[in-house]
């Protein structure tokens, strides 16, 4: 057989389905029409057209139903079934109430019948519970359920009130009058069920309004017919009989409908609006009634029918459920909105949100806590190359294989994109470090994961901060900081973060704009660092060094600084300002020690400016200062880039007596020749060949005693900078370095030392 074979002819098939339920409709109307002509008319055999009607339209309605559940999708198969059912039980019904009427009374209530009837209820409410608005839960089914149940049983003794207060007691007795009364009810039921279970969606899928339609139309009919059957006006064929074929064309019509062209999708419910108040409230408005109901039910005698008593009982016990329910599935949807808002929905593991908290809580704790961030190096390059869903899926393996490293030694929290966190608190056997080892090792690759192609590596930044000590947004900041420094150590790595890393993190364009308000707004200081004739240990002489008091940073060095203020051209002002300072220092001290000198580093920058001796005599005729009272430090590196124009500027000063010291000596290239040309009063031995001293290093100890002579020589003054130990010093000593500098002799400090004697 050829695959054409297989299929029915497609054109021809679906037309002629069609065209049979055209048919059925217009038949079914027919009928109607035909009935309610016959039974206004008051025409012969009404109660038989009615019988027949109803069969009929009942009988269509079925094979209707059968047909829809055939053409629509299997979602909606089983609610035009039980729907087919629904109406295969009233024709079943009907042909039951036929026979035995002809057989016998007029109206004949048999507990067959009423079995019959009760069937049609439930597949018809369990139709309306498998619709495909309708709550796809056990839970939520059972709660519309219950809406329905509560709404019937409210209706009661509402019902009661309504249409048996003015009936003699007498015929309550009959339990086919008093019963009839289940069937209004029966329809508020279904017609509440089917309100909860349309949804919140409009327009409402339009056989739902025709299927709401014909429940409308059937509990008039019931509530009509138990009206007049308990007055005893209802014999069969009376024109209200009309409504039931009615009811059930209604079904017929529904089934014309093609299904809905979107088949809701039941987990995207975001953009689903909420119900209105007033339906959530729905099923509760009729409860307030029935109490009102119920106090007018009572009868002269003082008694509440028995009837109303069950119904109330059974009132309270389906609100009982229901409220149980509710509180059930309240707590079910609070459980999940938690772990919707706390956990990371690619990978599982606690998103930012938890992590925070935390953090924060293990920082109110008295334990050190520790913090890894982890960013995935080269992770974009997956998401460009692959694209999205290949990244997730690396992404989704990658935090598992983290979980499984971190082994419970910390939580491990996803922050977004790729990266992620750990935090580390309490008593802990792993050290950060340890830890942050474990997940470089699970990050490298395996066999399993060359699919990608690209396997990206990580940078871990470690902070660690002692109980009580830190904001959380301090440790992640240090984290983050820590992490960069281990991005820029290369892939792979990790880094703690350190009150170094800190600092330089802080971006250098951030501080070039603090800079240029520092010396405006106060923030530099000087301290002087004391220059010590060796032999006598007497103080005549500081050299000024500057530091920058931050607001933020606290102090910096000039080391940290410095660079900056050359690069930005804002070393001028602060050259400019430190000379004022240091010669206004300088005038005091020499009110105690008349001999005091003090010593001014000036950048390579400033030499070269043709203001520096201008700067240099206002400072000292400011201050009062003499000008031999005040030492000009170059380093070596700045005299030998210096021109002759420099050398010439530096003999200008000399002769107006500041002396000039070579910095750093040693450190640079300058031939002897050189340093002859260079109007200079004083060297600086450089420290490092100072440290050197300590070791016995014969090398050292020549060089310094070399330098020391040559100075002699060219009767030039020697400082031997950063003197530490007493053995450099004693070294020194020995050598016969006049005059030394150092941590011995004093660190930069407030400069009160100078002009006394060194204890
Ligand atoms: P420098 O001119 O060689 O200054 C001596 C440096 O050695 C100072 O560092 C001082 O604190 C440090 N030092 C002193 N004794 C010892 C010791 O025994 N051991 C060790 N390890 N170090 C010692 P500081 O204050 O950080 O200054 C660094 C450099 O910054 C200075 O080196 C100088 O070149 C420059 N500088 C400092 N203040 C100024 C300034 O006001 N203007 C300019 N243009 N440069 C400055
Ligand atoms: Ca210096
Ligand atoms: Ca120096």
Known sequence: MSPQELEPSPASAPSRVAAA??????????????????????????????????????????????????????????????????????????????????????????PLIGAVFTAGILTGTAALLCSLTAPRTAVGRARTLLDGVIVGLALVPIGWVVVFRDVAEADLADPVRTLGLLYPMLDLMQLTILVAVAGPVRPMWRPMTLIAASLATRALADTAYVSLAVRGDYFSGHPVDVC?????????????????????????????????????????????????????????????????????????????????????????????????????????????????????????????????????????????????????????????????????????????????????????????????????????????????????SASIGIAEYGPQHASHTDLLRDADIAMYAAKAAGKSAYRICTPLLRESAVSRAELIADLRRAVDERQLRLEFQPIVDVATGTVRSAEALVRWWHPRLGVLTPARFLPLAEEAGLILPIDRWVIHEACRAAATWR??????????????????????????????????????????????????????????????????????????????????????????????????????????????????????????????????????TERQHAAIAAIGCPRGQGYLYGRPDQPAAVGQNRT
């Not at 509760?284 to 109330?312: C, E, H």
């Not at 899926?393 to 922050?415: C, E, K, S, Y």
């Not at 240099?616 to 700045?638: H, K, N």
């Not at 340093?675 to 100890?701: M, N």
């Open 591 to 724: 009110g105690r020690a008349p001999d005091a000198t003090v010593a001014v580093n000036i950048s390579a920058a400033h030499l070269r400016r043709p203001d520096l001796i201008a700067t240099v005599t206002a400072a000292t005729a400011a201050a009062g200062l003499a000008p031999r009272a005040l030492t000009l430090e170059l380093t070596e590196s700045a005299l030998i880039e210096g021109s002759d124009t420099v050398l010439d500027r530096l003999r200008q000063l000399r002769e107006l007596g500041i002396g000039i010291a070579i910095d750093d000596f040693g450190t640079g290239y300058s031939s002897l020749s050189y340093l002859h040309r260079i109007p200079a009063t004083e060297l600086k031995i450089d420290r490092s060949f100072v440290a050197r001293l300590d070791s016995a290093d014969d090398r050292a100890y020549a060089t310094v005693e070399m330098v020391t002579r040559l100075a002699g020589a060219f009767d030039l003054s020697v400082v031997a900078e950063g003197v530490e």
């Open 244 to 456: 039931w074929p009615l009811s059930y064309l209604l079904i017929v019509a529904a089934t014309r409908y093609p299904p809905p062209p979107t088949c809701p999708d039941t987990d995207d419910t975001a953009d689903v609006p909420l119900p209105p108040w007033w339906r959530v409230a729905l099923p509760y408005l009729p409860v307030g009634g029935a109490i009102v109901a119920v106090v007018l039910a009572r009868q002269p005698t003082g008694q509440t029918p028995q009837l109303i008593f069950v119904g109330m009982m059974a009132l309270l016990a389906a609100l009982a459920v229901r409220q149980g329910l509710a509180a059930n599935e309240n707590l079910w949807l609070v459980a999940r909105l938690r772990r919707l808002a706390y956990t990371d929905q690619l990978t599982g593991l606690p998103n930012r949100l938890l992590f925070t908290r935390r953090l924060r809580r293990a920082l109110r704790g008295d334990g050190r806590v520790a913090v890894l961030l982890l960013d995935l190096d080269g992770f974009k390059q997956v998401n460009d190359r692959f694209g999205h869903a290949t990244g997730d899926t690396l992404l989704t393996g990658l935090a598992a294989r983290m979980q499984t490293a971190v082994d419970g030694d910390g939580t491990i929290a996803r922050l977004g994109g790729d990266e992620f966190a750990v935090l580390v608190d309490g008593v802990r056997a792993v050290s950060p470090q340890r830890l942050a080892e474990r997940l470089l090792d699970a990050l490298q690759p395996s066999d399993g994961d060359e699919d990608v192609g690209v396997h990206p």
């Open 21 to 110: 339920g055209r048919a059925g409709l217009l038949a079914a109307g027919s009928v109607v029409l035909l009935e309610a002509f016959w039974l206004v008319a008051a025409l012969p055999g009404a109660a038989l057209v009615s019988d027949l009607g109803a069969l009929l339209v009942a009988g269509v309605a079925t094979a209707a139903c059968l047909d829809a559940a055939h053409r629509h999708p299997p979602s909606l198969r089983r609610f035009w079934v039980l729907l087919a059912a629904t109406m295969a039980l009233a024709a079943a019904g009907r042909v039951l109430w036929t026979v035995q009427r002809v057989a016998g009374g007029e109206l004949p209530h048999t």
